[in-house]
């Protein structure tokens, strides 16, 4: 099948570009190298640098008449969508809408989307959270994705598009970038292996769901593949909590760097908890996690040390 990847040379959509490719699928990659990398891009996919906003996407489409498209792209750095809230609703929301207009102009059967657990749910007050919580996020990112979400079933009701929508929590592992806001995991990784002082914003309690990226793209093919999750909603989770400072001890017990980090303020947009609940996937594909906290990190400071 023709695939076109969205963010295909970014951290989880080269992964899964790497994955669709294994399968004996055709992918083309839109990727404007904001984030992504060319070296992360596998050498049989098709690429284009493009951004999303541009009208010369149709260019792609026409051309390229994908069958299917996961749209990975966006600007995923909460505290950058609180500071520059236009410029990140114009490539989230913009930028999602410039795609599914092509899906529909050229006949696209489904996009798979990659939304936000860590985000649409907001402060929840059900821990882990469910796919059905009343969706209140606190960050503009949060605001973006959930629209975006709206638009998916505006565009299935009215114009047959069929969808897939992913609700990640935090994910982490090989390739994400240690550069960004966005990745605490890759940040202080590289910051200790770098003999640096990670800091920890606010006092280190609040709490993310971690998911290694082979079992966010392992769920992104399984629910890619079955008839069953036709416009549905599934959260990708481990529905384990683990708060900043105990994830801090842990990359350093892994690293092998006795540091201590410093601590600074508390960042606006961000969310105290979060942590989803899996189950809906779990009992209608019988997915689950198949990486715990400990295996994934270990796997990816293996990734950081070898660079």
């Known amino acids: 099948m023709k695939i076109i990847v969205t963010g295909g040379a970014g951290f989880i959509g080269s992964h899964l570009v790497d994955r669709l490719i294994k399968e004996g699928h055709k992918v083309i990659v839109i990727d404007n190298l ?46 950058k969508s609180a500071e520059e809230p236009i410029e990140s609703a114009s490539i989230n929301i913009l930028g999602t809408l410039n795609v599914l207009e092509n899906c529909k102009r050229f006949r696209t059967k489904k996009v ?14 059900i821990i882990p959270t469910p796919e059905n919580y009343p969706s209140f ?15 998916l ?46 800091t920890i914003n606010g ?11 082979d079992d966010a793209v392992g769920a992104a093919i399984l629910t890619f593949k079955s008839s069953k999750s036709d416009s549905s909603i599934f959260n990708i989770g481990t529905s384990r909590e683990t708060n900043v400072n105990n994830l801090y001890k842990l990359i350093v017990g892994e690293t092998g760097k006795n540091v201590s980090a410093n601590y600074g303020s508390a960042k606006p947009g961000e969310q105290k908890r979060s ?21 994934g990190l270990k796997k990816t400071v293996k990734w950081f040390k070898e660079l």
């Open 112 to 125: 798979i989307f990659a939304s936000s657990g860590g985000a649409i749910y907001g402060n929840a007050q």
């Open 203 to 213: 006092d280190g309690e609040q709490t993310r769901d971690y998911v290694f990226v």
């Open 34 to 79: 904001s984030t992504g990398k060319k070296e992360n891009l596998n050498p049989k996919a098709k690429f284009y640098k493009i951004d999303i906003r541009s009208p010369k996407i149709s260019q792609i489409f026409k051309k390229e008449k994908p069958k299917a498209v996961f749209h990975y792209a966006a600007q995923i750095d909460i505290r």
């Open 275 to 295: 942590c989803l609940n899996y189950s809906k996937i779990k009992k209608e594909l019988n997915w689950k996690p198949k990486y715990n906290l400990e295996k």
């Open 153 to 198: 079933d505006f565009y299935h009701k009215n114009y047959n598009l069929k969808y897939l929508i992913l609700r990640y929590a935090n994910i982490y592992g090989p390739r994400q970038n240690s550069k960004a806001e966005a990745g605490v995991v890759a940040i202080f990784t590289n910051k200790l292996l770098n003999n640096e002082t990670p």
């Open 137 to 151: 996020p606190v960050s503009p990112y949060g605001i973006e994705k959930l629209i975006s979400e709206y638009y």
